[in-house]
């Protein structure tokens, strides 16, 4: 597979020999992704700035973790915002954020899948 938002050479050399610990996080991930994503959502609909940023970052060093470098851009460009409290075009962001999860989720099951049969 062709991999478009997920740089898995570096991905898979950072767990280089400790492959079941990357299938634990991304696992994690994927069961943890709406507590992740929800409370951007309700930050963006609160207006709360401080949310915002504290949620976005949490989000955007997660996808450093996976070396996923749109969706860590995007939810920069959301903890900005609400470090300078701007809310203007925010919903279109997290759309964008959303529809790069999309790719991510598809693209960790292939990186799943060639995972367990290297085990």
Request: net charge negative; glycine share 4%.
């Amino acid at each position: 597979m062709n991999f478009k938002s997920i740089n898995v050479p570096l991905l898979l050399s950072h767990f280089s020999g400790d492959e079941e610990i990357l299938l634990d996080m991304i696992n994690a991930f994927e069961h943890a992704l709406d507590n992740l994503i929800n409370p951007i959502r309700e930050s963006i609909s609160a207006q709360d700035s401080d949310q915002l940023r504290i949620n976005a970052h949490t989000f955007k060093g997660i996808m450093k973790s996976f070396y996923v470098d749109v969706a860590s851009d995007v939810a920069q460009d959301l903890e900005l915002r609400g470090i300078n409290s701007n809310f203007d075009g925010a919903y279109e962001v997290l759309n964008k954020l959303e529809n790069q999860l999309m790719i991510i989720l598809y693209e960790l099951q292939f990186l799943k899948k060639d995972l367990d049969q290297a085990s």
